[in-house]
């Protein structure tokens, strides 16, 4: 990176950087300054005029260039679809890029709903720059009663773990009323995205993009493609027609579960309303390409609940070029499927007839009963507005011929008709280090559901309250990992002190902890070691298999596969699965296997993957579901010690419980005193 020394320092230590004085120049070119006095913002409490705006970062990276300080103003609130705004203006693609659209009205897909918002939008304003660019955010909560932290998902976070946006972990959750200014470097490029990391607020709209480009120069497929525009990011997401509030922990009699009603394709839809047959008229998402021209997307499941998400484009074949900001050796596929916090970038090349096209989206696995779908629209240059052919259905759909991540995960051969994640091959070198025979740990995670169902006594009893969801066949519900419903921390350890004690493990568990037992379920990791997690679906679900994200990696997948009877699994099957892929380690079978930071593991099924621990911190891996994290399916990476961190900036927030011994306060409870004053 081509910073000052003293100067990088002062960014990484300074929590109030609009205090700073910069040198002048450093961050490139301004020709567009901001306005600091504009009537829709208010940038100048907070800016330094070398600064730059969301679309000065939005640029073509340059090898010659200086990083840049990208700063965004994101506002979060509550606010609604169909509202007022919406009689005034009608948003358009080039919305997003904006930190201060022009445009409030949400229309999301025509029904009217309260939702959250990040500056009136949806998705957020899309975050996009250029490899070592300093992004600065000031989150401004303005949610009543509510408190927030954004997580950068996809973002390593390497010598910035204050900012990863875990609250209780890495932070304190920001509180109503206040700011919190994340701060850190785009390091590793890729396609990534930020979501709300407290409590349910990602599904109420509370997610955005975030793009970090490279020059071509430094990217291994730039021969691939020739265009690369800031709007053809594709970020599919559920939708819900209340408030994630309303299911959790979730009715018994109506409409009991957490499957969504809907699927938006950058926030925009339609929707059919079943009890009318009535379909409401708001607009489709449509992506413009030039024909004969090769265009790189990126694609980003920010879905909430357990639906995997199945994505074709009509007539056109998909050139998969990364999967989680990882850049992989190109292989053609017709359909995607992703879980919730899966990216994909593909090359699509406009080889057909100028024309406009169907781009569909399936939510699959579980929710197939209630058959959630989307469509958007894909148009040449110069074609007509809408498609020829008939708008697809969910029960006719669109051709899916060869489909990458299926949910059968069979995935030890190569087949015709599908690819799996561990199937791809990396471009970059794999440290020999990293596939040795035997890792410095291996940890295995057996996951499953604790049920209430024989034991109602047990979650209605009085005095206790444990936490449960209800899910979609009215079972009462919470989760375990090896054996552990996860609690966070009472203070976040990356800045507070608390002991080995306060933190748990299977060989570590409190006493009288009950059944489940909670607690800050917790790994302790050397750093630089290497690192081999298992993790399993010890009691399996129908149709149901579980997306587990890791903060502050990218890790190899070695191994995905499934027990195709379906049956639970033993510890005696999970040590025969761990045997054959030692056969595969020692003869040397995994060659450049790709990397990954979010892994589905399938029902009935397991995943096998490894990662060198050269990134000291507090990294929380978890279920991607949000109903899930709610109850219990985590687990911290504690890797190194803490004089392996960076100081903890100055002024950074503390939080605690507050329990002080009771003893009288007021004068008029002293003895001797019998009046009020």
Same mark, same amino acid.
């Given at each position: ?79 609604? #679809? ?69 997580? /950068? ?117 339609? /929707? ?88 569909? $989206? ?140 306060? #933190? ?28 081999? $997690? ?144």
């Amino acid at each position: 990176m081509l910073l000052h020394g003293a100067f990088l320092v002062h960014l990484a230590l300074t929590c109030n950087l609009a205090s700073a004085r910069y040198h002048h120049g450093h961050s490139g070119n301004h020709e567009n300054k901001i306005d600091f006095n504009g009537p829709d913002n208010d940038y100048g409490k907070y800016l330094e005029p070398n600064f730059s705006t969301p679309e000065e970062c939005a640029r073509a990276c340059r090898d010659d260039e200086m990083p840049r300080y990208c700063y965004y103003q994101f506002i979060l609130e509550y606010y609604a #679809t169909m509202s007022r705004a919406c009689e005034l203006c009608k948003p358009n693609n080039t919305n997003q890029i904006s930190n201060v659209p022009q445009c409030q009205c949400i229309e999301a897909d025509g029904f009217e709903r309260g939702m959250l918002s990040i500056n009136r939008m949806l998705p957020g304003p899309s975050i996009q720059v250029c490899q070592d660019d300093i992004i600065v955010v000031d989150v401004r909560n303005n949610i009543e009663g509510m408190e927030v932290a954004l997580h /950068w998902h996809g973002i390593w976070q390497q010598d910035y773990q204050y900012y990863d946006g875990v609250p209780f972990l890495t932070q304190c959750p920001i509180t109503s009323g206040t700011t919190f200014r994340y701060q850190f470097t785009a390091s590793n490029p890729g396609t990534h995205f930020y979501h709300s990391h407290a409590g349910l607020q990602k599904i109420d709209g509370q997610y955005g993009s975030l793009i970090v480009r490279q020059p071509p120069s430094a990217d291994p497929h730039t021969l691939l493609y020739e265009m690369d525009l800031l709007t053809h990011v594709i970020l599919l997401s559920d939708w819900m027609h209340e408030m994630s509030s309303e299911r959790f922990p979730g009715r018994v009699k109506n409409n009991p579960g957490q499957v969504p009603e809907n699927v938006l394709i950058n926030g925009k839809g339609r /929707w059919k309303d079943p009890t009318t047959n009535k379909t409401t008229s708001v607009q489709l998402e449509t992506f413009v390409v030039q024909a004969g021209k090769k265009h790189r997307f990126r694609m980003i499941n920010a879905f909430s609940s357990v639906c995997p998400a199945q994505m074709t484009i009509e007539g056109h074949s998909l050139t998969l070029i990364a999967q989680d900001g990882e850049s992989v050796e190109p292989v053609s596929v017709d359909t995607i499927v992703s879980s919730s916090g899966e990216r994909v970038d593909f090359v699509l090349d406009a080889n057909q007839a100028v024309g406009t096209y169907w781009i569909q $989206v399936r939510a699959i696995g579980e929710c197939i009963r209630f058959s959630p779908s989307q469509v958007a629209i894909l148009k040449y240059t110069g074609g007509p507005g809408s498609p020829k052919t008939l708008r697809p259905s969910y029960l006719v759909g669109l051709k899916q011929g060869v489909v990458y991540n299926p949910l059968d995960a069979k995935c030890d051969l190569p087949r015709p008709n599908a690819v799996c994640p561990n199937q791809l091959k990396s471009l970059a070198p794999v440290a020999p280090e990293v596939l040795k025979a035997q890792p410095d740990h291996r940890i295995i995670l057996p996951y499953r559901f604790h049920s209430y169902n024989n034991s109602v006594h047990n979650l209605f009893k009085p005095g206790s309250y444990p936490r449960f969801l209800v899910a979609a066949d009215a079972d009462h519900l919470t989760s375990l990992v090896d054996g552990i419903s996860f609690v966070f921390p009472q203070v976040p350890p990356l800045s507070q002190s608390i002991t080995q004690s306060d #933190t748990c493990n299977r060989i570590n568990l409190p006493r009288n902890c009950g059944i489940p037992c909670e607690c800050p379920h917790t790994h302790h990791i050397k750093k630089g070691s290497v690192v081999e $997690v298992v993790i399993y679906d010890e009691v399996s679900q129908p149709m149901l298999g579980h997306p587990f994200h890791l903060h502050g990696y990218s890790f190899k997948i070695l191994k995905i596969g499934r027990f195709a009877d379906g049956r639970n699994i033993s510890q005696s099957d999970i040590a025969e699965v761990i045997h054959k892929h030692q056969m595969m380690l020692d003869s040397a079978q995994y060659p450049r296997p790709a990397g990954k930071d979010t892994v589905t593991v399938p029902q009935a099924g397991y995943v096998i993957f490894r990662f060198k621990a050269d990134n000291p911190g507090w990294w929380l891996l978890h279920c991607h579901f949000l109903y899930h994290i709610s109850i219990g399916m985590n687990a911290i990476f504690h890797v190194g010690e803490k004089t392996d961190l960076p100081p903890v900036p100055p002024m950074f927030p503390t939080c605690h419980s507050y329990t002080p011994e009771v003893r009288p306060t007021f004068p008029y409870l002293y003895r001797g005193n019998n009046s009020m004053r």
